[in-house]
């Protein structure tokens, strides 16, 4: 028979870059966003329950916008404001392919997006809407991977899905060494005591805190999210 699927309610975590051209380096290029999102629909067609947070940083990043004499906390709002760009920019494209969204939005702006409200969320995603969190945790100061790991907290997700370039955790930098080695798996505290970056420490402790496994994966493997979610070894799955 089919596979067991193995996760019931996910968040998947993007980074603003998986939207960028690779060509014009355009922020967010058309076809990349449907490649992106076709992952999201093919399991979304399992009955996965999804909520995306996608990042900003194709966009405006605080700590950026701080080099150029920006104030990081108005920084942090533009980047803010950039993952509402993002966010709709999904919404578009998924809907355009039959998958109902909500976007729901840390900070309040009524005509483009829902308020965030946990228990609303939840029910979107039992009836089956894909929710995708915009504007982070409205806070500055924070990231959209600590978005992630609060939302998937306190939604109670089995696992967040932390799309990035590379397709997995190694011992040192796959790029510099060629010789690096691959984690299939490691614990939280094995990571924390070899200070490899799965994500900023924040974000790191509230899955740490609250027991919410992480995979961190490169979406460009081509069906790395359904493969993943038939429990395939897809990545580095870093958990408690
Ligand atoms: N940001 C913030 N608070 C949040 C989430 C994001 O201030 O809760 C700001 C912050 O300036 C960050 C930017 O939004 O640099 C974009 O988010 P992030 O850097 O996480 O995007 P990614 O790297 O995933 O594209």
Redesign the pocket.
């Known amino acids: 028979g089919a596979p067991a699927i193995k996760y019931k309610r996910i968040v998947l975590?993007?980074?603003?870059?998986v939207l960028r051209s690779k060509s014009s380096g355009d922020p967010i290029d058309r076809l990349t966003l449907e490649r992106v999102c076709t992952q999201v629909k093919e399991i979304h067609e399992l009955g996965i329950q999804i909520g995306v947070v996608?990042?900003?940083?194709?966009i405006?990043?605080?700590?950026a916008?701080e080099k150029r004499g920006v104030e990081r906390t108005t920084?942090?709002?533009?980047?803010?404001l950039?993952?509402v760009i993002n966010s709709l920019a999904l919404m578009d494209s998924l809907e355009k392919m039959g998958v109902v969204t909500r976007v729901q939005s840390?900070i309040p702006m009524n005509q483009i997006a829902e308020p965030f409200i946990l228990r609303r969320a939840i029910r979107h995603l039992e009836k089956g809407r894909v929710v995708i969190f915009a504007a982070?945790?409205?806070?500055?100061?924070?990231?959209?991977?600590?978005?992630a790991a609060l939302r998937a907290s306190e939604m109670h997700a089995d696992i967040i899905m932390k799309a990035t370039k590379v397709d997995g955790i190694y011992d040192k930098d796959p790029k510099k060494y060629p010789d690096a080695v691959k984690y299939e798996e490691i614990t939280f505290i094995d990571a924390l005591r070899q200070r490899l970056n799965v994500m900023d420490s924040t974000a790191f402790s509230l899955c740490l805190d609250n027991n919410v496994p992480i995979l961190v994966f490169d979406l460009n493997d081509e069906h790395a999210i359904s493969r993943a979610v038939h429990g395939e070894k897809v990545g580095t799955l870093v958990h408690g």
């Open positions: 975590k993007l980074s603003g870059e996608i990042g900003g940083g194709n405006f990043r605080g700590l916008g920084g942090d709002y533009m980047g803010m950039a993952t840390a982070g945790t409205g806070n500055p100061y924070f990231s959209t991977d600590t978005t």
